[in-house]
């Protein structure tokens, strides 16, 4: 499934660890549940070993901004 | 010197710095260049969206007016009939809808260093990639009614293209008949019922099925155009099938595109299909020589995979997943929507702009969203 991680449409995602989740959430003042969603089947996160409630960081390579973090929180798959 | 950069990298985007990396001489001093990264922050934080901007109503007009402006059209391939692609606004709905079934699916097939100069070989491949069925081997198919049998004439100059032989045929349409007799003959086929008493309409049944078997290349590929894209050779295709030809060792995997948003779903992720979303709003954008700015799009493309599907801008998608009843209602089907919520008991929060506009109150965004706290003095 390397295919996946090296296509040009995905960027890289990265799990974030406990602490970092929490300080995140702090952060912004949110719960896990306003952040957006990534199923846990979703084929770019099957190397990660991540189940639900876990929140993936994406570094997007954004053509205005340059590199950009984004967060999704894991959810059980349909 | 980078320590200035440095500084500012918490309060800049990273691309900004960049841009005044590569246009700021390189023996400028250190207070010109502190004055200007200061008054670049300066520019930057008043362009930032305020808290309580309607971001979502600015982007919509933003895409909505040029949107106005577009024709409907379909764009042809020069050079191959059929082939034809939506552009557009039935392009620009399609994607926005979300819609699964799309009307005309294509990929981009980049393929790897050695592959991607000679024309022969390129058209080869493509060719190789091209869906077979055995109607398209075959000059012609017959019932032979005096023997109830099905006589296949295979086109000779067809199997030499595709480099298959007669017999690895037969072998494949032996798989797909079982109970039934199978001669070759050159290039002709034979097949007969084994059982004695096969009737006309069984032999018919037999013809009609022998023309969709598969026989090679890539399923859901219709068509294929070799191009040429900058300084190498690419294949266009009609249909799609991402994951099987992202398995093909020829094809460059890194930059395979396919305009099925559905479909990068699936088989490459969600942020890979918002990255889609993107793209193909812009190309539509683009080809038609609008200007919309990105930043509007990417807002519709993360609206649009929040919830970790692909959902449309329609009561099926994201209206759907809207926490207000009254919100829902206002869109489209409102009495459907209300009685909906009558009978499980639903409460609004009244969070949102419509609701609030229906019930005559301050809607929350701009200066309606904080509230005030005064001291009053007391008397």
Known sequence: MSYV????????????????KKQLLEQYHITIADLPKIFTDDP????LDVKPGDVIKISRNSTTAGEVFFYRAVIEGV | MEDLYAEYEEKLPQKLIEEIKTHVPSKISKTKLKAILEKVYLEYITG???PGECVGLVGAE????????????????AGVSEMNVTTGLPRLIEILDGRAEISTKMMEIYLKKPYNQQPEQVKKLAESLKETLLKDITTSMSINLAETKLVIELDEKKLTDINVKPVQIAKVLEKNFKG??????????????????????????LKQKAKSVYIGGVKGIKQ?????RGDELIIITAGTNLKEILQLDFVDQNRVMSNDIFEIQEVLGIEAARQAVIKEVFKVIDAQGLNVDMRHIMLVADTMTMSGTVLGINRYGIVKEKPSVLA????????????QASITGEKDDLKSVIENVMLNQY?????????????IKKA
Not at chain 2, 180 to 205: C, P
């Open chain 2, 62 to 77: 933003s895409i909505g007016e040029p949107g106005t402006q577009m024709t409907l059209n379909t764009f042809h391939f």
């Open chain 1, 44 to 47: 770019a996160i099957q190397e």
């Open chain 2, 328 to 339: 829902r209602a206002s869109f489209e089907t409102p009495i459907k929507h209300i009685i």
């Open chain 2, 224 to 228: 294929v155009l070799p191009v040429k």
């Open chain 2, 180 to 205: 039934y007799a199978l001669k070759v003959d050159e290039a002709s086929l034979i097949i007969k019922s084994k059982s004695k008493e096969e009737d006309i309409s069984g032999i018919y049944k």
């Open chain 2, 48 to 50: 930032i969206a305020e």
């Open chain 1, 5 to 20: 991680k090296n296509h040009n449409l995905v960027p890289k995602h990265a799990k974030l660890s406990e602490k970092d």
């Open chain 2, 363 to 375: 809607v929350p965004i701009g200066t309606g969203l904080p509230g005030l706290i005064t001291k």
